[in-house]
């Protein structure tokens, strides 16, 4: 069973920059990041895919609402979220998930597609 380790977050000022770390125990086919505002459905961020054996393939994919301004990079063990310039409304708990399976759109945004989870970690972002 694979282990995701979350690390970073906090709370910045909007236009501000935060990273966020994950690490995983195994080797994943997709690893991704979601957000859960308070209220509010737990919703995908971005996420990289790769082949068996490890070459990344398509992607990286972004929800509309942070492309341009976060970036997703690592490997099929360990991905980073670089988010910059950000807004009150990015705040939430942010988690890091993985799939030991190939995922295709749509099925890849969508929450219940991931068989891991990490244990989430804050963003707050101040107006």
């Known amino acids: 069973q694979d282990q995701l380790v979350e690390s970073g977050g906090g709370l910045v000022q909007a236009g501000g920059s935060l990273t966020l770390s994950c690490a995983a125990s195994g080797r994943s086919a997709v690893m991704a990041w979601f957000r859960q505002a308070p209220g509010k459905e737990r919703e995908f961020v971005a996420n990289?895919?790769?082949?068996?054996?490890?070459?990344?393939?398509?992607g990286p994919d972004y929800a509309d609402s942070v492309r341009g301004r976060f970036t997703i990079s690592g490997d099929n063990t360990r991905i980073t979220l670089q988010m910059n310039n950000l807004k009150p409304e990015d705040t939430a708990v942010y988690y890091c998930?993985?799939?030991?399976?190939?995922?295709?759109?749509?099925?890849?945004?969508?929450?219940?597609?991931?068989?891991?989870w990490g244990q989430g970690t804050q963003v707050t972002v101040s107006s």
């Open positions: 998930s993985a799939s030991a399976s190939p995922l295709i759109a749509p099925l890849m945004y969508s929450r219940g597609a991931y068989d891991y």
């Open positions: 990289m895919r790769w082949h068996p054996g490890g070459p990344r393939y398509g």
